[in-house]
């Protein structure tokens, strides 16, 4: 416990001193494009600490986690069957190379042409979009599995199920969540421009209104809420990175 | 460009597009793009030849489905139409001003992104105190997605240049930052100590041991940073309106311009491509004579 | 199904060995490989046997194939002509039968189990009740001087413990044949000395039968019953040597006596000329 004070200091001494540097230094401001930080508080609490808020907030996270889950069990699965099987990645790869290469946004408008302006196009949208890095990551993943493992496993006749399991998905778990990391940063990036673009709820959709309104306070608490959010999304994806891969961050740190 | 009423294009022109395909999977091939520099997968002609015919069922498909009827032609119009109209795109000189647009967004923002970055990260890998302290605050501001800054961005610059080059450095600034750090982590604590122990300064060290360490790493930043450059510039055209292909989908979406708008996701998909092959290329040039020394799992492919 | 009462076997002398058939019979064994449009003969003929019971080391000079040999004695590796002949049946991919050890050890446990998982994950797959799996790997973690260590993950524990951790592995599995490809190869000589001890010890309490593979002559006198050495590639055995130095063996003493100097000269030459001839 020793080192928890000074640890403490360190971590949270300049975020600190920069919020209360920015509360200070913008409090009389007159600033058309920068309010003072006291207005942008006092705009966030009013917008988004309220039934109203908390339903856009929802119903764009709702958005992003289905169609990032979607996504992710399609990699996992599609893409542990072409890891396995070289012929199959020689017919696929180029074309899903190709797709991954597109920039994700450009298909929002294509999206809205075939499926309108409501939740399925946004999902669809953003599961399109994150689908690439991860399927990819997957099968490099599963590909790349040392081959000492793999005939470890044949020796030992451990096939199917139990193989996939004790083998396969462990093995690839690292590039795996390597994958999910882009993908869940490609899906935010979906999720607001979508929003943005052609929507008529939801996060994104609230801070261009304020922004062609010229509200410009709660425009300002928009962009801290998708701050907030991005960090709160990132800290739980690592969570999931250390349940997963808690074993391969201790392996390594040898 | 917008708003073509062209005449029913030749069938021949899909056959065009299968010449560029099998450029393109000899480029990538199969299980070469997320190699490390090390380049020691090369493409065998078999799966080359098979990756050519991967995109070509695709293409099939892509052309036979919405002909047949299986998928609706009034949203998805067949391959022969959107080939077409992407000829006709190289053929407009608006198309090529909004390509030189984007580019140029691309190429400054990218720029602007690395050379920060690399200042700021060697200096924090440096100076381990200011890491310290910092530390917290970078991975707190890392998840920020660059599109929140977007109203601000059209608040302040408008469809000027200037507000798609404030997201794309943003977001490029943490890929490569990141990277660089990275890198300077990795720097050998015994090739600065004899640094040290020989006078060289603080200065010195960074440029002769720390510098050359994070390297392969800065590389790396570059492209994973270029490509998510050309994503922020796409993005920034198509929600606020600066004039590059991002802005040309959405004209072409509003017009219900179908093959013209699938033409410039294309044509925005090749522009990717394009992005990472140089970037590897560069890659490749510069690191050929450094020992890659890291491990592959840091980068994001 | 291989003994199911307990691990430990009487010590069985030579003389009461079933002499009906042999254990493991690789008969005009031959694998050539196709590299792109020329075909490269690693084995040419390899005949030899085992009894039940014996601890067989096969020397060779380097790039003899052994490992080729090994995979193709394993099922892992389908031979061009020849036989292998698993206690009667003959062998067409790995078999319930033969258990094997690779050398290297680090890259063949697996990092996200516990070493007790690890030993008991082939067991799993054979289908044993959870009573008999904690059992075997109770006893097998035991007979390599592991007791302790079965809640610690492989990247935790040293190289030669990993070693002993894939050892436990095979013998818990209960094999027919114990496959040994250069096992010790990558371990300092300290550790790989008391490693050998270990496979001595494990064979004469369990009365398993070995194939182990090295590269390393002194190593394959000191602990073989038998000694096989082959040629240099494409590959065929020179000469099966008896190695008469006694049923007990001592790093010291037997390293030192006369008899182990004459074998390890005569199988050092034969190498030797190998290497020559093929030169």
């Known amino acids: 416990m020793k080192t928890f004070w000074p640890r403490l200091l360190a971590t949270t001494l300049v975020p600190v001193a920069l919020f209360v540097l920015w509360y200070v230094a913008s409090s009389d ?93 946004k999902i669809a949208v953003i599961s399109f979009g994150c689908l690439w890095p991860m399927l990819l990551n997957t099968i490099e993943g599963v590909r790349s599995i040392d081959p000492v493992l793999k005939d470890t496993c044949r020796v030992y006749r451990i096939h199917g199920l139990r193989r996939l399991f004790s083998l396969t998905l462990p093995a690839a778990a690292p590039q795996i969540v390597t994958g999910m990391r882009t993908g869940l940063s490609i899906a935010i990036i979906l999720m607001v421009i979508s929003e943005m673009f052609a929507s008529r709820n939801g996060m994104g959709f609230m801070i261009i209104q304020f922004q062609r309104t010229f509200s410009i306070p709660e425009m300002w608490s928009g962009i801290l809420l998708l701050g907030l959010i991005g960090v709160l999304l990132s800290l739980l994806m690592r969570v999931v990175e250390l349940w997963v891969l808690g074993w391969y961050e201790r392996s390594r740190v040898r | 460009m917008a708003g073509s009423s062209s005449p029913s294009p030749p069938l021949a022109t899909p056959g065009a597009l299968l010449g560029p395909a099998v450029v393109f999977t000899r480029l990538y091939g199969t299980e070469s793009m997320n190699r490390a520099v090390s380049g020691r997968r090369r493409v065998t002609r078999p799966s080359q030849f098979r ?104 608040l302040m610059f408008g469809i000027d240049i200037k507000s798609a080059l404030l997201l794309i450095v943003y977001a490029a600034f943490w890929q490569i930052l990141i990277q660089i750090l990275y890198g300077v ?49 796409v993005t920034a055209e198509l929600v606020i309106g600066n004039p590059g292909i991002g802005h040309q989908v959405a004209l072409a979406q509003s017009a219900m311009a179908l093959p013209e ?22 890659e490749r040039k510069v690191l050929a004579w450094h020992p890659s020394v890291r491990a592959d799992r840091q980068e994001a492919p | 199904m291989a003994d199911e009462s307990v691990m430990e076997k009487e010590k069985a002398p030579k003389a009461a060995l079933d002499r009906s058939d042999p254990m493991l019979a690789i008969t005009r064994l031959r694998k050539v490989y196709q590299d792109g449009e020329r075909s490269i003969e690693a084995i040419r003929d390899v005949t030899f046997s085992l009894e039940k019971g014996e601890l067989v080391c096969i020397v060779g000079p380097s790039g003899a194939g052994k490992t ?13 002509s020849g036989e292998v002949v698993l206690a009667g049946k003959p062998v067409a991919g790995p078999s319930p039968g033969l258990a094997v050890v690779f050398q290297e050890y ?21 289908g044993r009740n959870a009573a008999e799996r ?126 182990f100097g004459q074998l390890r000269s005569e199988i050092y030459a034969l190498i030797r000329d190998a290497k020559h001839h093929r030169s």
């Open chain 1, 29 to 121: 401001s007159g600033n058309f494009f920068f309010p003072p930080l006291a207005k942008i508080l006092a705009a966030f609490d009013k917008v988004w600490i309220n039934a109203g808020g908390f339903g856009d907030i929802a119903i764009s996270l709702w958005r992003l986690a289905i169609g990032f889950l979607a996504s992710l069990i399609f990699s996992l699965v599609v893409g542990v069957v072409l890891g396995l099987s070289k012929s199959a990645r020689d017919y696929t790869e180029p074309v899903f190379e190709f797709f991954r290469a597109i920039p994700p946004t450009v298909m929002i408008p294509v999206l809205l042409v075939v499926s309108g302006i409501g939740d399925a196009s």
């Open chain 2, 51 to 154: 990756g050519v015919i991967g995109f070509g069922v695709f293409l099939f498909l892509w052309e036979i489905l919405p002909v047949a009827g299986f998928l609706p032609a009034r949203y998805f119009p067949p391959f022969h139409e959107v080939v077409w109209a992407l000829f006709l795109d190289f053929a407009s000189p608006v198309f090529w001003h909004s390509v030189a647009y984007t580019a140029q967004a691309w190429f400054a923002g990218l720029v602007i992104a690395f050379v920060a970055a690399a200042a700021v990260g060697l200096v924090l890998g440096s100076v381990p105190v200011l890491w310290r302290y910092t530390e917290s605050t970078i991975e707190f501001l890392r998840p920020i997605p660059s599109v929140a800054l977007i109203p601000l961005a059209v």
């Open chain 2, 185 to 233: 982590k990795d720097v050998d604590p015994v090739a600065l100590d004899t640094a040290r122990v020989y006078g060289l300064g603080r200065w010195s060290r960074i440029r002769h041991v720390s510098w050359p360490t994070a390297l392969p790493y800065a590389i790396t930043g570059f492209r994973l940073g270029a490509s998510v450059a050309l994503v922020l510039a």
């Open chain 2, 261 to 282: 708008m699938y033409s410039l996701v294309i044509a925005a998909g090749i522009m990717g491509v394009l992005v990472n092959v140089l970037a590897r290329a560069i």
């Open chain 3, 68 to 80: 080729t040999l090994l995979r193709c004695i394993a099922g892992l590796l389908a031979p061009t």
């Open chain 3, 106 to 126: 680090g890259r063949s446990l697996f990092p996200w189990m516990r070493v007790r998982q690890n030993v008991e994950l082939p067991l799993k797959a054979s």
């Open chain 3, 134 to 259: 904690r059992r075997l790997v109770d006893e097998s973690l035991q007979a390599v001087g592991l007791a302790g260590a079965g809640d610690a993950y492989p990247w935790q524990l040293s190289g030669g413990m990993q070693q002993r951790v894939a050892i436990a592995r095979a013998i818990a599995y209960q094999p027919q044949v114990l496959l040994m490809d250069e096992p010790f190869a990558s371990v300092d000589a300290q550790t790989r000395a008391d490693l050998e001890d270990l496979v001595r010890t494990i064979w004469a309490r369990m009365g398993m039968t070995i194939v182990f593979v090295t590269h390393d002559i002194d190593e394959s006198v000191y602990l073989g019953g038998r000694v096989v050495v082959l040629s240099a590639s494409p590959t065929s055995v020179m000469r099966d040597v008896t190695i008469d130095l006694g049923e007990t063996r001592d790093q010291l003493e037997t390293r030192a006596s006369p008899r």
